[in-house]
């Protein structure tokens, strides 16, 4: 991280069990924080205020490891030159301090994505910052780390309304909202500065202009940054007049007093996906904005990513541009990033860069990636539902030569699921993946070549996939009970071969992630709670019924060895069974029965404790190459739909 220039990580880390010692001192149990805390592969939205208990508690020997670790982090950071940022209290408080403090003024929020509001899991509670508890507990938090920790960078991150909506939306209440949540790192930390996610003016339609004036406003000028989280598609810096003169960070993210975001990915979601033209100028024309008072506002220029193993070269260009002084020329870069990522010079390798510059990494139609393909996101519909008209992807030129994406609409959506999104011709891709290919005999003892090898493959067989699908949906609305049978066989044996594809990089299997969770256990019950957790995460999490999927279905869906083998091909296969009996009996296709069989299987596979290889087998080379012959090589000159 130091390395690419990043000095202003956060440092979240151990943070239970600060506020174990916290909450004791405001006479809550141990035992009472069980059911506040969230398990350890759900701990970000605990903290955020969206859940509590789901996946936990917490086992004493995690909080003291976590603290540890923790300590060792941030010496290192400041060792490195870095400035560490703390967490500091949004209002997020245990049910239990109602109980001790029975006229403090607590609300209960509301749901967050459970099935039936089970308050099991959601409508965590908040303490109104109007409160005087609020300043005692904000300021106590932050004087626990001090002594924890021996030092601090005095800047602590707080987002009390992340995806939770304010109760009133009174501009003087927003005002001394913001204003309290100040006072209570202050009064620990007189250098202190709040640095603020602004995730909530983009989420949430609450925060229109007096709003956010309000909450922006409510803390002296340099003591609040804003983090413009998601400014390589949507810059809310732009059209806020600069968060109305309040400094921040370009994220994607810059340091300054508001810092531009590239946020770029959703729960390490594996997409190849980018907008590299935006990324590479996006950060300098905020600087050089109209706007005389930009240069002072914009403090930097950063990364908000919910998971970072994927797309390396919008990570590459990305920490690069704390660096640039005038716009990037992304051909030219391309260009030299193909023979730093190799290497070596290789003319059908940049060729292929060239392409997926344009295309992959060209996504200019402004709607955000969260992968949705059928594979690794399944629909949970009645098949004649699905709407099989698609949307033409075709392209389009300014007056400088450079590829714009236009959509031609051939019937409006209906659909009650998320159509995988395509933004790009897939004939160019599958060329490009071509000229990979013909680069692998120079190349192939290059792991970085092999990793990028077996994802455009990946890429491109994905997308067939989703083709393959809808195709098989058009034969069951047809009522041709053997195309369903030949399509769903060819989708399932697809699936199988990807497995096959993803085993060859260790960056593309299920093993280590398991396997990573369950070495942080001191015993056996603590590897099941952390396994199943791990397998939760990536699957389906909180609450179902037994016809009722969760609404968090494959929020964190992989393209992992391992996982399709085990859980995404069977899935699949269910729902074609269902399709087939459909067919065979003259009768609707069972959407009960489907789902009650598929929830299971989940549920099953969740608390299942069979072993995942952590080591990669097989050549990607000789495997990219057989799986283009089987499948793509007759499909390069043919352009999918977008879907």
Same mark, same amino acid.
């Given at each position: ?15 239970? #069990? ?13 035992? %009472? ?54 967490? %500091? ?14 006229? #403090?003024?607590?609300?209960? /929020? ?16 908040? /303490? ?61 930390? %007189? ?112 990364? %908000? ?93 300014? &007056?400088?030569?450079? /590829? ?48 990028? +090898? ?10 067939? #996939? ?8 058009? #034969?069951?609305? /047809? ?8 399509? !769903? ?6 699936? $199988?071969?990807?497995?096959?594809? +993803? ?11 398991? $396997? ?67 067919? $065979? ?5 069972? +959407?009960?029965?489907?789902?009650? $069989? ?8 969740? !608390? !299942? ?25 007759? +499909?390069?000159?043919?352009?999918? &739909?977008?879907?």
């Amino acid at each position: 991280m130091a390395l690419q220039g990043i000095n202003l990580p956060l440092a979240f880390t151990g943070q239970e #069990a600060i506020w174990q010692k916290v909450f004791k001192n405001f006479n809550i149990s141990t035992s %009472s924080l069980d059911d506040f805390f969230g398990g350890p592969a759900f701990l970000a939205w605990s903290r955020m205020g969206n859940l509590h208990k789901w996946g936990g508690p917490l086992p004493q020997s995690w909080l003291d490891q976590q603290l540890i670790l923790q300590k060792k982090i941030l010496a290192r950071m400041y060792e490195l030159g870095m400035t560490p940022v703390l967490p %500091s209290f949004s209002g997020n408080v245990p049910a239990a301090l109602k109980h001790v403090f029975p006229s #403090a003024k607590i609300s209960r /929020l509301g749901n967050w994505f459970t099935v039936n509001s089970d308050p099991r899991w959601c409508c965590t509670y908040l /303490l109104d910052a109007t409160d005087p508890l609020f300043v005692k507990i904000g300021k106590t938090f932050i004087e626990q780390q001090l002594k924890e920790y021996g030092r601090s960078s005095h800047i602590y991150n707080c987002d009390t309304f992340d995806e939770n909506t304010p109760p009133v939306d009174d501009p003087e209440y927003i005002s001394s909202l913001g204003a309290t949540i100040f006072e209570g790192m202050q009064r620990a930390d %007189s250098d202190a500065v709040w640095l603020m996610q602004g995730w909530l003016f983009t989420y949430d339609p609450f925060w229109r202009p007096t709003q956010m004036k309000a909450l922006l406003h409510s803390v002296p000028l340099g003591k609040l940054i804003v983090l413009d989280l998601y400014a390589e598609v949507k810059q809310i810096w732009a059209t806020s007049k600069q968060f109305y003169g309040t400094p921040y960070i370009w994220k994607s993210c810059f340091l300054f007093h508001y810092l531009r975001c590239m946020l770029h990915n959703f729960a390490g979601n594996i997409e190849m996906y980018g907008v590299l033209d935006a990324v590479g100028s996006g950060p300098v024309e905020a600087r050089i904005s109209d706007n005389s008072t930009m240069a002072s506002l914009v403090v930097g220029v950063g990364m %908000s990513m919910e998971g970072i193993e994927q797309n390396p070269v919008v990570y590459d260009l990305m920490s690069e541009m704390a660096f640039q002084h005038r716009p990037v020329d992304g051909k030219a870069w391309i260009d030299l990033y193909s023979r730093r990522r190799y290497g070596r010079f290789v003319q059908p390798m940049q060729d292929a860069w060239n392409i997926l510059y344009h295309t992959i990494y060209n996504c200019t139609d402004g709607a955000y990636d969260k992968n949705r393909d059928v594979i690794v996101a399944f629909p949970d519909v009645d098949p004649k539902s699905i709407s099989t008209q698609q949307t033409v992807v075709n392209y389009t030129h300014d &007056q400088y030569g450079k /590829l714009y994406l236009r959509r031609a609409t051939l019937e409006e959506p209906n659909d009650s699921y998320d159509k995988p999104h395509l933004w790009y011709s897939t004939s160019d891709v599958i060329h490009a993946l071509k000229l990979f290919l013909e680069s692998g005999y120079q190349l192939s003892d290059s792991s970085t070549y092999r990793y990028d +090898l077996i994802d455009l493959t990946r890429q491109a067989l994905s997308k067939y #996939a989703n083709k393959l699908f809808l195709d098989a949906i058009d #034969a069951y609305k /047809l009522d041709d009970l053997h195309a369903v049978a030949h399509l !769903s066989q060819k989708f399932l044996g697809l699936v $199988e071969d990807m497995d096959i594809l +993803l085993g060859c990089h260790d960056g593309f299997l299920l093993g280590p992630w398991i $396997e990573s969770a369950k070495k942080l256990a001191q015993d056996e019950d603590q590897k099941r709670q952390f396994e199943w957790n791990a397998r939760t995460q990536i699957t389906m999490w909180f609450d179902n019924t037994v016809e009722e999927a969760s609404l968090l279905r494959d929020y964190g869906n992989k393209y992992w060895s391992g996982l399709l083998r085990d859980y995404y091909g069977p899935r699949a296969a269910i729902y074609f069974k269902y399709m087939i009996e459909s067919l $065979e009996g003259g009768h609707g296709f069972n +959407l009960r029965a489907w789902r009650r $069989e598929w929830i299971k299987l989940t549920n099953s596979w969740q !608390s !299942s404790r069979n072993v995942f290889p952590v080591k990669s087998t097989g050549d990607a080379l000789n495997v990219s190459q057989w799986l283009f012959e089987k499948y793509l090589q007759d +499909l390069g000159s043919h352009d999918q &739909q977008a879907s």
